[in-house]
């Protein structure tokens, strides 16, 4: 995580904005009156909405858990797409 201030930000926007996207960093652009922003990728943005999304439904964060659980303990059948569509017939 990186903090630069505003006038270094808004001078060197596109290398900020290239070391966001490129090496998935995040950027506190830092103001005054501590009225100061964060920068991230769109990627990092989406990833961490569906990750609140998530957490606000228990439902299905117990469903989540319980498939980790599964997933840790060997509760899984691996199978080829060759399998899944002879299934499906």
Same mark, same amino acid.
């Given at each position: 995580? +990186? *903090?630069v201030?505003?006038?270094?930000?808004?001078?060197? /926007?596109? #290398?900020?904005?290239?070391? $966001?996207?490129?090496?998935?960093?995040?950027?506190? $652009?830092t103001?005054?009156?501590?009225?100061?922003?964060? $920068?991230?990728? +769109?990627? #990092?943005?989406?990833?961490?909405?569906?990750? /609140?999304?998530?957490?606000?439904?228990?439902?299905? !964060?117990?469903? /989540? !858990?319980?498939? /980790?659980?599964?997933?840790? =303990?060997?509760?899984?059948?691996?199978?080829?797409i060759?399998?899944?569509? *002879? *299934?499906? =017939?």
């Amino acid at each position: 995580m +990186l *903090a630069v201030n505003y006038s270094t930000y808004r001078n060197k /926007l596109k #290398e900020y904005c290239d070391r $966001v996207t490129d090496d998935n960093e995040t950027v506190i $652009v830092t103001r005054k009156s501590e009225k100061n922003v964060v $920068v991230m990728s +769109l990627d #990092e943005y989406n990833n961490m909405m569906e990750s /609140l999304r998530i957490l606000k439904n228990p439902s299905y !964060f117990i469903e /989540l !858990f319980q498939s /980790l659980q599964q997933l840790q =303990q060997g509760g899984i059948v691996v199978k080829t797409i060759e399998e899944l569509e *002879a *299934a499906e =017939q």
